[in-house]
Each structure stands twice: as structure tokens, then as C-alpha cells.
């Protein structure tokens, strides 16, 4: 066997991945085996890189078939790049709304405010999680200390 090739429960060990995943990718054709030791699959070490392509997709919400299409693409696939432009503004939103909602988090770890929830800084930022990229500036999130030395 090939001592650069890496087997399939070395694989499955540095991906994160159990073997039963990276057989279901093969299957759907979005990574393929290099070979086999016995009856066990082999890879080449930029596997690696493939998977953790697959992985961050599948985090970001993309589904098997999106992400065939897109490990496939051509440079002429016109449909596909709206496609993922579509998508990519869609990231973006979802960014904005998760880092609002960190920085109310933040907010509502260091408030004074009884009950918290009832805080107008919170409750503002809560309310601003549905509207478009809010600054932390402008909703009143900053840690009081910040907030009050950027009042003076």
C-alpha cells in the first residue's frame, strides 16, 4: 500500500467523520476512494480538504445534492452561480442576526437591569435581531462601561 494513502479509520479519526459518512459521500459521489488495503477504502491525504469543504456547507445549511452540484461546477454553470450569490446574501443576513444576538448576549452578561429581559438596551437589540445589520453602536449594546465612556 501506498504510505501516502490514508485509510478509511485514519480518515474518519481527522476528519470527525464516522466511516458510514464518508461512505455516504462516496455514494453521493462528492469524494472518491483512492483505492482499497483488503476491503478497506483508501484515500489520498487532500481528502481531507474535500471533507472539510463538505463540512463547512453542510453547516452553513447546504444540502447533499447543493453541494454535488457545486464540488462539480463549471466556470459556465451560469444558474448555479446566481444560485450560490443567493446563497452567500443569505450567509451575510444570517451573520448579521447571529452577531446581533452575541452582542445581546454580551449586553445582557453584564447588565444591572432587574429583571434583565426587561432591560430597554436588550430589548431593543432582541427586536433589532429581525430588522438588517444593526451597529452594536446604535442598539445600546456596548458594556455599561464602554456605553458610559463614549457618552462623555
Known amino acids: 500500500m501506498d504510505a501516502s494513502l490514508l485509510d478509511i479509520a485514519e480518515v474518519a479519526e481527522v476528519s470527525g467523520?464516522?466511516?458510514s459518512?464518508?461512505?455516504?459521500?462516496?455514494?453521493k459521489g462528492l469524494i472518491a476512494a483512492a483505492g482499497r488495503n483488503g476491503l478497506r477504502r483508501t484515500y489520498t491525504p487532500e481528502i481531507l480538504e474535500r471533507l472539510a469543504l463538505i463540512t463547512c456547507a453542510r453547516s452553513a445549511g447546504f444540502s447533499i445534492a447543493e453541494i454535488g452540484r457545486f464540488v462539480t461546477a463549471r466556470p459556465t454553470d451560469a444558474d448555479l452561480r446566481v444560485r450560490m450569490a443567493a446563497r452567500a446574501h443569505d450567509l451575510d443576513e444570517q451573520v448579521g442576526r447571529l452577531t446581533r444576538l452575541r452582542d445581546?448576549?454580551?449586553h445582557a452578561a453584564v447588565c444591572a437591569?432587574?429583571?434583565i429581559v426587561e432591560c430597554p438596551d436588550f430589548k431593543r437589540a432582541v427586536g433589532d435581531v429581525f430588522t438588517p445589520a444593526a451597529d452594536p453602536s446604535e442598539t445600546g449594546l456596548l458594556a455599561p462601561a464602554t456605553q458610559a465612556s463614549q457618552e462623555r
Open 17 to 19: 467523520l464516522a466511516p
Open 21 to 27: 459518512a464518508l461512505r455516504f459521500y462516496e455514494k
Open 104 to 106: 445581546s448576549l454580551r
Open 113 to 115: 437591569h432587574e429583571p
